[in-house]
Nanobody, 124 residues
């Protein structure tokens, strides 16, 4: 079992930055791929960024590529999402997810465990 708790969301003006954190519990954290998804009101949950268990594979959605980084600290059982140059369209609830990494980092089917989410609001 893995439990995930997100933090770091909030309100920010367009062009600003936020760093989201996701703290995990469970002994097998290091074996899991970790990703961030987001869901805006009235829209489906979509992939944002993911990192493999080793950190050797990283993937971003086109919408955040070039202005986001994802990293993990296995010793602290935490995954981070740094988002820069935020835009109003980035407004959503951001969810952390953990899973096997198969079939794909960007597929919701990959993930067995989900956090409760943290709200990010970007004003223009």
């Amino acid at each position: 079992q893995v439990q995930l708790v997100e933090s770091g969301g909030g309100w920010v003006q367009a062009g600003g930055s936020l760093r989201l954190s996701c703290a995990a519990s469970g002994r097998t954290f290091n074996n899991y791929a970790l990703s961030w998804f987001r869901q805006a009101p009235g829209k489906e949950r979509e992939f944002v960024a993911g990192i493999s268990w080793s950190g050797g594979t990283i993937k971003f959605a086109d919408s955040v590529k070039g202005r986001s980084t994802i990293s993990r600290d296995n010793a602290k059982k935490t995954v981070f999402l740094q988002m820069n140059n935020l835009k109003p369209e980035d407004t959503a609830v951001y969810y952390c997810a953990a899973g096997t990494g198969w079939p794909s980092l960007s597929s919701k089917a990959t993930y067995n465990y989900w956090g409760q989410g943290t709200q990010v609001t970007v004003s223009s």
